[in-house]
Antibody, heavy 123, light 107 residues
Framework: QVQLVQSGAEVKKPGASVKVSCKAS????????MHWVRQAPGQGLECMGI????????SYAQKFQGRVTMTRDTSTSTVYMELSSLRSDDTAVYYC????????????????WGQGTLVTVSS | DIQMTQSPSTLSASVGDRVTITCRAS??????LAWYQQKPGKAPKILIY???SLESGVPSRFSGSGSGTEFTLTISSLQPDDFATYYC?????????FGQGTKLEIK
């Protein structure tokens, strides 16, 4: 069965960076786009960007351009999201979510989600 | 980016009620719209995709409609398990966006 398992909670100081991992299993990792979504406490869902695990290409929401980097390791079927220059308002639960098949040119919604990783930014 | 606007932000209803949530897109997204349900401390769960297609395993009391820029999610007869927060999401563009959410509360 498809599973996305994320790394554990992190506590970081303002100005630091955090790197969250998402390990996929139960399907062919390089066949599906992966997105990152975050949710601040008591707030809504915010899409951060997308990575193509096959070629590694990425696209980031304008809000996060210059601060976020998404990468993948095909040998371990893992995607990573690194956010730098952390501020207190980056405190949130960060999710990875699987979306469309890469080689089928039809958009698709998120069908599987990771369990979420709480990142707390505090001095 | 495509902006998604949901209304209402909060909805108070009783078990057995029929409720409707509306979502508007800032530009046409055809039918590339999904609805999710989220409960506290959990990841969202998809209910509807392609505006009106029911995800496997989702009760038939949930239905979606719309195309272009206007969409609705309807729950025909609220059950206790339905009290949660609901989000619409467009996936017409490469970078997806969510509505701000509708919290469905027990009246």
């Amino acid at each position: 069965q498809v599973q996305l398992v994320q790394s554990g909670a992190e506590v970081k100081k303002p100005g630091a960076s955090v790197k969250v991992s998402c390990k996929a299993s139960g399907y062919t990792f390089t066949n599906y786009y992966m997105h990152w979504v975050r949710q601040a406490p008591g707030q809504g869902l915010e899409c951060m960007g997308i990575i193509n695990p096959s070629g590694g290409s990425t696209s980031y929401a304008q809000k996060f351009q210059g601060r976020v980097t998404m990468t993948r390791d095909t040998s371990t079927s893992t995607v990573y999201m690194e956010l730098s220059s952390l501020r207190s308002d980056d405190t949130a639960v960060y999710y990875c979510a699987r979306a469309a098949p890469i080689f089928v040119l039809v958009p698709a919604a998120f069908d599987y989600w990771g369990q979420g990783t709480l990142v707390t930014v505090s001095s | 980016d495509i902006q998604m606007t949901q209304s209402p932000s909060t909805l108070s209803a009783s078990v057995g009620d029929r409720v409707t949530i509306t979502c508007r897109a800032s530009q046409s997204i055809s039918t590339w719209l999904a609805w999710y349900q989220q409960k506290p401390g959990k990841a969202p769960k998809i209910l509807i995709y392609k505006a009106s297609s029911l995800e496997s395993g989702v009760p038939s009391r949930f239905s979606g409609s719309g195309s272009g820029t206007e969409f609705t999610l309807t729950i025909s007869s609220l059950q206790p398990d339905d009290f949660a927060t609901y989000y619409c999401q467009q996936y017409n563009s490469y970078l997806y966006t969510f509505g701000q959410g509708t919290k469905l509360e027990i009246k």
